[in-house]
């Protein structure tokens, strides 16, 4: 195992480096000079009320300075990474707060050995110097199915503790009141983590390994084994199981759990989770809850108690009533409380309806006769370009994007599936691309040849005879076709075009298209003669410049789109021929714009970020652009 990269200044003081800069960046905290102890800026508020201090080693941000503020900690003690803190340091943070007038001082300490021999020490010094000092010891882990002598690790149910504590601390309570209904909450809650990954101290290497496969069950916050090694599982399953495992009866250190109860929740990042991965597990968890019938009254997301980098959650749960949540509800002023809107948690939240559909567009003639017909003949081939084209296009987009065009623009055809669909559902168009692509015997398919899918120029072509294919798999403008007649006018047809793409097709590919298509329509109400066509292109293609930034030369599909325009302005002169003047945009133009951007210097796009020595093929944007100019052209043709 190799050493883990990690983003400090040192790795000896990387712990005081991260005090001094929570510090640094809110008035409301000071350092106590000499020790690694962070405290509130206005301690003389402390006057006549009880001291909060909690702290443990580092590697846990934001806990524990992050809770320091009105409502919350007086102070907290920092030791090193998963180090408890000195004693000494602790009696420096007891004394301070004494000496600004606190009534009595609560140690709330993790269920560590360090951290109760080190904190208990100072605790018995300060009494000694005649200060009144408690100490409440949280373990809220849920892990362990027999009772161990050590109890409870403290986990991130502590937080919840910071809380109520600080609330009944800043309305006045005594000690004794605090110290009572803390020690009540502790036992009406539990906690279980879950990791992907180990995490690692700077400097050194992680404190376990876990396969490639595996998620580790029940783990502590310093990378402590847990109680079981899972295969990687859906997050919904992972949850059901953290659950079932924190409320089984069977296991010692169990949360009681029944129907009705009402509870906060909090789902804790261990340090590495994404946040989307965070807000899936919420969103299940919360789910999964209320099928149990419990009510959450509060739901925490975020990072409250991290174990460095791990990659992983911990699901926290307290039992509540009505008293309890107010004082989870109270003001603080913590920079790590979230301050959001305070309410129950729920599945089922009310939606609010779309708004409808313009009468222009909702209420449209159906569109019949000839030009239906041809309409439906070339959008019947745009979709069998685009399917055929998704294996060259992933190709051609790995050096310069995220290996997706083909997926985007199959998605325009396809519809609803966001994979890549298999050889079983999908018609064996494969064959046509090359002997890359798909072995005969797979399909009875003829290889494309030596060219692979290339014109005898040299330039890229679509592949002939794809069309057959589409009647195997329904495509989504097939099956929009299919479901109500085209509408009336070249304009609508566009306007609704734009809209299914912006729906199907995603990324950015689809909103280019989108706003091609929805300018478009713009020069063609009322109107369908050849120069309004020329008319069409160039505001398409001036909605795609004034809105994504690119220009011809950028290396992007409007160096074809460009192309094509230039050569379609010639339908404005008198006696025009649609197809011949469309032929030459296309091969003369678009095909031959298309092959040159492999020559090109990215300007414009995810491209514009690589070295111009590494974009050695064309740009997949306008290969496509490209293709489905010569889908139009063979669908008129044809």
């Not at 590495?272 to 965070?278: F, K, Q, T, V, Y």
């Not at 031959?592 to 970020?609: D, I, L, N, P, V």
Request: glycine share 10%; net charge neutral.
């Amino acid at each position: 195992m190799e050493v883990p990269k990690k983003l400090v200044c040192s790795v000896a003081s990387c712990a005081e480096d991260a005090l001094a800069g929570l510090v640094a960046c809110n008035p409301g905290l000071q350092l106590l000079r000499g020790h690694r102890v962070a405290l509130r800026s206005d301690l003389d508020a402390l006057r006549g009320r009880v001291a909060l201090l909690s702290g443990g080693g580092s590697g846990h941000e934001p806990a524990h300075a992050g809770y320091i503020g009105k409502g919350m900690l007086s102070g907290v003690v920092a030791g090193a990474i998963f180090t408890s803190p000195a004693v000494g340091s602790i009696l420096a943070a007891i004394r301070a707060v004494t000496e600004a007038g606190a009534v009595g001082t609560l140690l709330i300490v993790k269920n560590y050995t360090g951290d109760r021999l080190n904190f208990g020490l100072a605790l018995e010094r300060a009494r000694a110097e005649g200060a009144d000092v408690r100490m409440v010891v949280v373990g809220d882990d849920c892990a362990f199915a027999s009772q161990k002598k050590a109890g409870r690790r403290g986990l991130c149910g502590t937080v919840l503790v910071h809380k109520v504590a600080g609330a009944m601390a800043e309305a006045g309570a005594s000690l004794d009141e605090i110290v009572t209904r803390v020690s009540a909450v502790t036992k009406a809650m539990g906690t279980l983590g879950l990791s992907l990954s180990p995490c690692s101290v700077p400097g050194s290497k992680p404190t376990f390994q876990l396969a490639s496969d595996e998620m580790e069950l029940g783990l502590g916050i310093h990378g402590e084994a847990g109680v079981r090694r899972m295969k990687v599982m859906p997050a919904d399953e992972a949850v059901e199981t953290m659950l079932a495992h924190m409320t089984d009866p069977s296991n010692a250190s169990h949360l009681p759990l029944s129907p009705g109860a009402s509870v906060v929740l909090v789902v804790n990042n261990l340090g590495g989770l994404s946040c989307l991965e965070l807000s899936i597990v919420a969103g299940v968890a919360v789910r999964s809850l209320e099928r149990r019938g419990v009510c959450i009254a509060r739901a925490l997301v975020g990072s409250f108690m991290t174990a460095l980098e791990m990659a992983g959650i911990s699901l926290t749960l307290l039992l509540v009533d009505e008293e309890l949540l107010r004082l989870i509800d109270a003001e603080t002023t913590a920079m790590a409380w979230p301050n959001v809107v305070t309410g129950p948690a729920t599945s089922q939240r009310p939606e609010v309806a779309a708004p409808k559909e313009a009468m222009e567009t909702a209420k449209q003639v159906p569109s019949t006769g000839p030009g239906m017909e041809r309409a439906q003949k070339v959008l019947a081939r745009v979709c069998s370009t685009l399917l055929g084209l998704q294996d060259k296009l992933n190709e051609l987009d790995r050096a310069a994007g995220d290996g997706d065009c083909g997926h985007t623009h199959a998605r325009a055809a396809r519809g609803g599936c966001w994979g890549t669909p298999s050889k079983d559902t999908v018609p064996p168009i494969c064959s046509l691309l090359g002997p890359h692509s798909c072995p005969q015997s797979r399909h009875g398919g003829r290889p494309a040849g030596p060219q692979e899918g290339q014109s005898p120029s040299g330039r890229l072509r679509v592949p002939v005879g794809i069309a057959p294919a589409l009647s195997l798999h329904p495509t989504a403008i097939q099956e929009w076709m299919r479901a109500q007649p085209l509408p009336p006018s070249p304009a609508h047809l566009f306007s609704a075009l734009a809209d299914l793409l912006l729906d199907k097709m995603g990324g950015s590919s689809g909103v280019l298209y989108g706003l091609f298509l929805t300018a478009a329509a713009h020069p063609l109400h009322n109107r369908s003669d050849l120069p309004a066509w020329a008319d069409a292109v160039d505001a398409g293609i001036e909605a795609m410049q004034r809105y994504g930034g690119a220009a011809p030369g950028d290396r992007t599909m409007l160096d074809a789109l460009c192309a094509a325009a230039q050569a379609l302005r010639a339908l404005r002169s008198p006696g025009a021929d649609l197809l011949t003047v469309l032929a030459s945009a296309v091969e003369q133009s678009a095909e031959a714009a298309a092959e040159s951007t492999r020559h090109m210097e990215a300007g414009a796009g995810r491209a514009s970020y690589i070295s111009s020595a590494q974009l050695l093929q064309p740009d997949p944007g306008a290969v496509a652009a490209a293709a489905v100019l010569r889908a139009v052209l063979e669908g008129l043709q044809g």
